[in-house]
């Protein structure tokens, strides 16, 4: 069945540094790809998504690239902050509301002060 | 609660017990959904609708009912058949059939088997 891969599972970087959380999905038919940022002990909200017409998306200090060929797409976060710290999912869809949306496993990210 | 609620917040249930947990959204969305979180295995679906009065199976349904009777509410049941049923559990909603723009989650209910 349709699987999205997700790496790396933990991340840790330094107040300021870039973070970059890479997905891999296998259903060729996909063509929407949000990424959701989950805060400890909250819901999962939308941060940004792209859709297959475009190869990247830009949103103040957080981007998403995609590679429809390869089958991957992946989240930039440029100057980190504290605040960014949480865990981090990706998914995959074949773009409305009657297909299922598949989730990475997600990526705890930590920004270290 | 952003137009989607779930309650209760924690839930605990005795072996052998069903319990429902609630789930209601006041952004006109067509869809709804039902996900399973356990750590380190990211989101799982349970069931899914699209419309009042149908709804589909996700990839673990077995042990779980819903029913979709009104566009806002989608009650999620966790029956005694449900063998591991600890987990925290996150409704969804989507606005439209034809394109989907992302997801609004409620706030989770947190069940525990005791």
């Known amino acids: 069945g349709e699987n999205v891969e997700q790496h790396p599972s933990t991340l840790s970087v330094q107040e300021g540094d870039s973070a970059v959380i890479k997905c891999t999905y296998s259903d060729s038919a996909s063509n929407y790809f949000p990424w959701y940022k989950q805060e400890l002990g909250k819901r999962p909200q939308l941060i940004i998504d792209i859709r297959s017409n475009v190869g990247e998306k830009k949103d103040q200090r957080i981007a998403v690239t995609l590679n429809k060929t390869a089958k991957h797409f992946s989240l930039h976060i440029t100057e980190t902050q504290p605040e960014d710290s949480a865990v981090y999912f990706c998914a995959a869809s074949r773009g409305t509301s009657y297909d299922k949306v598949i989730f990475g496993p997600g990526t705890s990210l930590s920004v270290i002060p | 609660d952003g137009g989607i609620t779930q309650s209760p917040k924690y839930l605990f249930r005795k072996e052998g017990q069903n319990v429902t947990l609630s789930c209601e959204q006041n952004?006109?969305?067509?869809?709804m959904y039902w996900y399973r979180q356990d750590p380190g295995q990211g989101l799982r679906l349970i069931y899914y609708?699209?419309?009042?009065?149908?709804?589909q199976k996700g990839d673990i349904a077995e042990g779980y009912s819903v029913s979709r009777e009104k566009k806002e509410s989608f009650p999620l049941t966790v029956t005694s058949a449900q063998k591991n049923p600890t987990a925290f559990y996150l409704c969804?909603?989507?606005?439209?059939?034809?394109?989907?723009?992302?997801?609004?989650f409620g706030s989770g209910t947190r069940l525990t088997v005791v």
């Open positions: 952004l006109n969305h067509d869809a």
């Open positions: 609708s699209q419309i009042v009065n149908d709804f």
């Open positions: 969804a909603s989507s606005i439209h059939r034809d394109v989907v723009g992302g997801y609004t």
